[in-house]
């Protein structure tokens, strides 16, 4: 069955903090790895996007890794900010199928 | 730009009403997506276009009907609406670039079904 499990489900740490969120997905077909940023009632941002043979991408202070024989990406976020309270999501697959996870709520406390 | 804008914002129906949404992009992308979004579940991919006149299931297509009659716009129809499909819907853009589509979300409708 296809799925895409993240942890934590949600997360509480102070300004300027960082913190990884974790991603396990079993997905097929597998062609890429991606992190949304999803801010409450608004649509998802995408943050990366990895090809299958990628193992790190950066974008700004956010570092996503991937590791295609373990099937665990992560999401590290450096130096967090109060703008960086929202949840994260983990998606998995190809372009027509793409699994997405369920997120971890991230809240940054001042 | 726009972006990507979604039309109503909110939603209430009765159960057996029908009603659409609207979806348009003026990015003058090639791909159209409709998800929902439930509690504590990721998105799920209702239906999908690959170009103007052509448009096909995803994950959860029942209950739903789709139309691409214009490249911009991508219209979501709930034809008898049940208490099953109070969600958050989300459309999306992306344009064919070889490789992975980075898709562009709009802010989302809210629609409730009592």
């Known amino acids: 069955k296809n799925q895409v499990e993240q942890s934590p489900q949600s997360l509480i740490i102070l300004e300027g903090k960082n913190c990884t969120l974790q991603?396990?997905?079993?997905?097929?077909?597998?062609?890429?790895l991606r992190w949304y940023k999803q801010d409450t009632g608004r649509g998802p941002v995408s943050l990366t996007i990895?090809?299958?043979s990628e193992n790190t991408k950066s974008n700004g202070r956010y570092t996503a890794t991937l590791d295609a024989d373990t099937k665990q990406s992560s999401l590290h976020i450096t130096a967090s900010q109060l703008s960086d309270s929202a949840s994260y999501i983990c998606v998995g697959g190809s372009n027509y199928q793409l699994i997405w996870g369920a997120g971890t709520k991230l809240i940054i406390k001042p | 730009n726009a972006g990507v804008t979604q039309t109503p914002k909110f939603r209430v129906l009765k159960t057996g009403q029908s009603m659409t949404l609207l979806c348009a992009q003026d990015?003058?992308?090639?791909?159209m997506y409709w998800y929902r979004q439930d509690p504590g579940m990721g998105l799920r991919l209702i239906h999908y276009s690959v170009g103007e006149g052509t448009t096909a299931k995803g994950e959860v297509p029942d209950g739903y009907n789709v139309s691409r009659l214009k490249k911009q716009n991508f219209l979501l129809g709930l034809e008898s609406a049940a208490p099953s499909q109070t969600s958050v819907y989300f459309c999306?853009?992306?344009?064919?670039?070889?490789?992975?589509?980075?898709?562009?979300f709009g802010p989302g409708t809210r629609l409730t079904v009592t």
């Open positions: 991603c396990n997905y079993t997905v097929s077909p597998f062609s890429n």
């Open positions: 990895m090809t299958f």
């Open positions: 990015m003058n992308h090639e791909y």
């Open positions: 999306a853009s992306s344009v064919p670039s070889g490789g992975p589509d980075e898709q562009y």
